[in-house]
């Protein structure tokens, strides 16, 4: 039963409850959504809170994922794009947070399961949306039409669609199967470790390599994680940028 | 605070040091670059994306005006056709983030100070 590299994605009720005929338990995964939630909170008030012209480690950890993030959305989206701040910083912090966590054994990986980051991805098209209509009225509709003679938007602007409405999946699916990938393969292969090793003679001594190869995609795994937050954040300001601005294709 | 202020001059002279260190490192390890496996799996799931978008929009559309299968072979392909455009948006977008990472700004103008 430990064996099975699926059974880390099993999400279990800790509280029962039902409302309403949905079942809304508290599960393991809620519990690790609160804990990110807490930890990355934790880590951005108290690190700030001696605001030191001179920045001690913790508040220059800080400093620098500020201004990591602030250089994304104005490479990205311009400087009025910078409103969307905080939205864009809590998405990153949390999906990072999320990724690195599912990183430490034992506990639960958010971001490998498909309702979340689809919940996520599907927030951000939200707002692109809402913005879009906000700020350009019914004028944001022109994001569909490409420039072309007329005879060929017939084609492009349902080609335009389509493509707009593949953003939440492509966005979600990426991030989760990313995780779900990683943490498959470093399951399988410490189950290589354990086989090996119970199977006596020569074979216990080869498995040292599975366990050598289970140390670099860890490595591997924690660049995937930081990459796949910073993917999904910078493609939410490029998305805020259109709606934005309204860029032609 | 019990240490002497940092004058803003000095301030600024570490900051110049601090970006040649940082386009030092930066020139040492050309990293920044997605893997081929992070380019590989992009492109699959943009193209994915638009075919399976595609297609359940057009089962929708005959579901909602019983033309089936009309609208779910149309916006199949056309799904093809969004999700081939997605792939060539990806591509564009990533060598022009290649090429912004390629020059590297300092982040403190040198000796004016003018923002």
Known sequence: MAMNPMEQFKIEPIVPLHIGGYDVSFTNQSLVMVAIVAVATLFLSFSVSSRRLVPTRLQSMAELSYEFVQGMIQSAAGNDGMRFFPFVFTLFFFVLFSNFFGLIPGVFTVTSQIAVTFALAALVVLTVIVTGFLKHGIGFLKLFVPHA???LLFLLVPIEVISFFTRPISLSVRLFANMLAGHTMLKVFAGFVIALGGAGGILTGLAIAPMLLIVAISALELLVAFLQAYVFAVLTCIYLNEALHLHGH | MSHQTPEPEDLRRLQTRLDEVRR????????????????????????????AVGGALGW???WLAGTRPVFLIVMFVLGAAAGVLNVMRAAKEMTEQAAKAAKGAPSVPDSEDEE
Request: hydrophobic share 40%.
């Open chain 1, 149 to 151: 003679p007329l005879p």
């Open chain 2, 24 to 51: 030092r490192e930066a020139a040492k390890n050309p990293q920044s670059a997605p893997t081929p496996m992070g380019v590989a799996f992009r492109f699959g799931t943009e193209m994915i994306a638009g075919i």
């Open chain 2, 60 to 62: 929708g559309i005959d």
